[in-house]
């Protein structure tokens, strides 16, 4: 992998990056998160798992506020998240997000999708934008893709894409959910690769997964979630080997 920076160049920084305080929030009826505390050191990778339909991804997507929440608060590097407008766009950028669809632009190239945002959003001109989105795609493994669509792409090369394109914005911090979920079983190591890597250069990560290989040996901390409440917080081999909570034991006799 070539040398390209990915964390924000702030390294005396340390301290809470991203802190959420009694977050509630309904879908109608449905209270999908209940009195949510959290609170991510920079440079700390959290692995977020739980059943389905506990709101690990509702929660992802309060951070960057592709959901708003009705009470509590949350605040990226100290500051409330913004409504709209270019505050909002550039929250976008500081929070990097990975879905499990990929999400590229169908009709821009590789280096397109890597290079827009920088122009727009970061506002830089065209070729230290090139040269850092084909730095970002020779680190993630794809230059060779780079004039490429999407569609002419395999899985786990658009997703190494969209890591990269999140990486260009020199984000804060960056969220994935289930990143690897819609991928061929061959395919899924070569982009658990690229987040180890991620997460050994000191990025911030939040991530939503059921590798729990990737949680053992990535995580700091493994948070779970049941029925839109934090139910333990643990190191990886403590919740592995000694789930405290009858829903986590439940939870880990399914899937282990
Ligand atoms: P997870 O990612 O843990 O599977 P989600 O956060 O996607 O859980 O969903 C949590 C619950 O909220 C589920 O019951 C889901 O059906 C519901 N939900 C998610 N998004 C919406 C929405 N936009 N409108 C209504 N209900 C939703
Ligand atoms: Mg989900």
Redesign the pocket.
Known sequence: MTEVSVAKEDEAATGDLVVLKSVNKH??A?H?LQDIDLTIARGEVVVVI??????????CRTINRLETIDDGSITIDGKPLPHEGKELARLRADVGMVFQSFNLFAHKTVLENVTLGQVKVRKKDKKAADERARALLDRVGVSAQAEKYPAQLSGGQQQRVAIARALAMEPKVMLF?EPTSALDPEMINEVLEVMQQLARDGMTMIV?THEMGFARSAANRVVF?AD?RIVEEASPDQFFSNPRSDRAKDFLSKIL
């Not at 739980?50 to 929660?59: A, D, E, I, Q, Y």
């Open positions: 879908f109608g449905l999908v739980g059943p389905s339909g506990s709101g690990k991804s509702t929660l959910d939503v979630m839109g």
